[in-house]
Nanobody, 124 residues
Framework: QVQLVESGGDLVQAGDSLRLSCAVS????????MGWFRQAPGEERTFVAC????????YYADSVKGRFTITRDNPKNTVYLEMNNLTPEDTAAYYC?????????????????WGQGTQVTVSS
C-alpha cells in the first residue's frame, strides 16, 4: 500500500521558517520524482516545487523561488520542503506527490500518488 504522509505544518508569523516532511512508504522512492503543491481555500491546487529522482535537479514556482528549498533523502524515503521568510500569501494546505515522470513535472496530472496534506498558516 502506497502512503505519503506530510507533517510539519503549523501556525507561524510572517518572516518565520518551517520545514515540511513527506514520509513515503510502498514506493521505491528513488524511481519517483517528488513534488510539493499547495491549495488555499477557494483556490486551485498549484505547483510549489519538484525534485528529480536523484535530487540533482530542482524546480520552483516563481512565488517561492529563493525562499523555499526542496530536498530528498532516498534511503530514508523522505522528501522535505524548507520554507523561509514566510508570508501570509503562503497560507495553504501543502501536499506532497510522487510521479514516475522525472522532474520537471509541474502539473497535478503528472503525479500519481498524493498525501493528505498539512496546513501552513502564516499570520501577519
Amino acid at each position: 500500500q502506497v502512503q505519503l504522509v506530510e507533517s510539519g505544518g503549523d501556525l507561524v508569523q510572517a518572516g518565520d521558517s518551517l520545514r515540511l516532511s513527506c514520509a513515503v512508504s510502498g514506493l521505491p522512492l528513488r524511481s519517483y520524482a517528488m513534488g510539493w503543491f499547495r491549495q488555499a481555500p477557494g483556490e486551485e491546487r498549484t505547483f510549489v516545487a519538484c525534485i528529480s529522482w536523484s535530487g540533482g535537479r530542482t524546480y520552483y514556482a516563481d512565488s517561492v523561488k529563493g525562499r523555499f528549498t526542496i530536498t530528498r533523502d532516498n534511503p530514508k524515503n523522505t522528501v522535505y520542503l524548507e520554507m523561509n521568510n514566510l508570508t501570509p500569501e503562503d497560507t495553504a494546505a501543502y501536499y506532497c506527490a510522487a510521479s514516475t515522470q522525472n522532474a520537471p513535472a509541474y502539473a497535478s496530472n503528472d503525479y500519481h500518488y498524493w498525501g493528505q496534506g498539512t496546513q501552513v498558516t502564516v499570520s501577519s
